[in-house]
């Protein structure tokens, strides 16, 4: 049953049919948000939020787009949100940063030539994290949607509402500011 | 190839994506530029960040979680609705609760006649009006 056959029987009132959207699109939310949010509990907490919504606003979906991509805006703008909520931890962490106390926090030198045999530590999360979470927003959206979710930059940019060009630039700002942001803590012994 | 063509590359190259001839040129530049090796280690590093989040799996009873939230919440049924029904509801609502008021204050009204404008005959059976109680708890 095609997601715009079940949506026209929620309408009428079928309101278990919606189970069949929620299955099928749980998995790609719940990967949205955790790019967002980076934590399980969070996540499943957007992705039970993004789906509540989502049936609240059924009846203003106009099928003017795919179901999915009106799905995945919800669920950034409800990622985004959320992750506006906890600005003020990020703020802390930034001036933190500014007063030189983040040395303690440098990742450890490399000690292989081979980046392959690195293990990953928690602090080498917690930067990765961190430089995600410090990306300006278009660039968050479209390196989450890309490296999370395997999106087409066409299909980020349906989801942005904005042009392929725009979003392939995102994308390699994006990347250029993950590096600038990750390269102090990757200094060789 | 230059440093800007060879980490445009980093990622299609860690995914192994790379055709056969690019893939050599970029791995003899890694080879002589420290710092896109630095890039290239930072571009594996958060793809295996990444991976590691991605494979993490939501809660096994999210569906059932998000049906019971959808039940709980006290929302009405995205149900189309013809656009009169959305007014006149609340208007029939409004009458209502105005004409259950106007029936009060009637009937209000009503109850409370004073003894005055009693008739003459039936005023004569209120005992209360002819004597006090306070006019008999002092006799």
Request: glycine share 4%; aromatic share 6%; proline share 3%.
């Amino acid at each position: 049953m095609s997601d715009s056959d079940v949506i026209k029987q929620v309408l009428q009132g079928e309101r278990d049919m919606f189970r069949l959207l929620v299955e099928r699109y749980q998995h790609m939310i719940f990967r949205t948000c955790i790019g967002f949010v980076h934590n399980k509990e969070d996540a499943d907490d957007l992705t039970q939020e993004v789906f509540i919504q989502a049936f609240q606003s059924l009846s203003g979906f106009k099928g003017n787009s795919n179901f999915s991509t009106w799905i995945y805006r919800i669920a950034v703008n409800a990622s985004l949100n959320k992750v506006r909520r906890s600005a003020g931890a990020i703020i802390l962490q930034r001036i933190d940063s500014l007063l030189g106390t983040d040395k303690e926090h440098r990742l450890p030198a490399s000690d292989s030539e081979n980046p392959e045999d690195l293990l990953i530590g928690e602090e080498h999360r917690k930067w990765v994290r961190s430089a995600i979470d410090q990306l300006p927003e278009k660039q968050r959206v479209a390196i989450v949607l890309s490296k999370y979710e395997d999106l087409s930059q066409k299909q980020i940019a349906e989801i942005m509402n904005t042009s392929e060009g725009a979003v392939e630039a995102l994308i390699q700002r994006a990347k250029a500011n993950l590096r600038k942001k990750l390269s102090p803590f990757w200094k060789k012994s | 190839m230059n440093c800007q063509l060879c980490q445009k590359e980093l990622d299609a190259y860690c995914q192994g994506n790379l055709p056969g001839n690019i893939r050599t040129q970029v791995e003899n530049h890694l080879k002589g530029c420290e710092s896109c090796a630095s890039a290239f280690a930072q571009t594996q590093l958060l793809n295996r960040v990444i991976n590691e989040e991605r494979e993490i799996q939501s809660n096994p009873f999210l569906v059932t979680r998000i049906m019971e939230g959808i039940e709980s919440s006290s929302v009405e049924r995205p149900v189309h609705q013809p656009v009169f029904m959305k007014v006149l509801r609340p208007a029939i609502i409004t009458t209502s609760l105005a004409a259950a008021v106007f029936a009060g204050v009637l009937l209000g009204g009503f109850a409370n006649t004073s003894p005055d404008r009693m008739p003459a005959e039936l005023a004569m059976m209120d005992d209360m009006a002819i004597e006090s109680v306070s006019m008999l708890s002092n006799e």
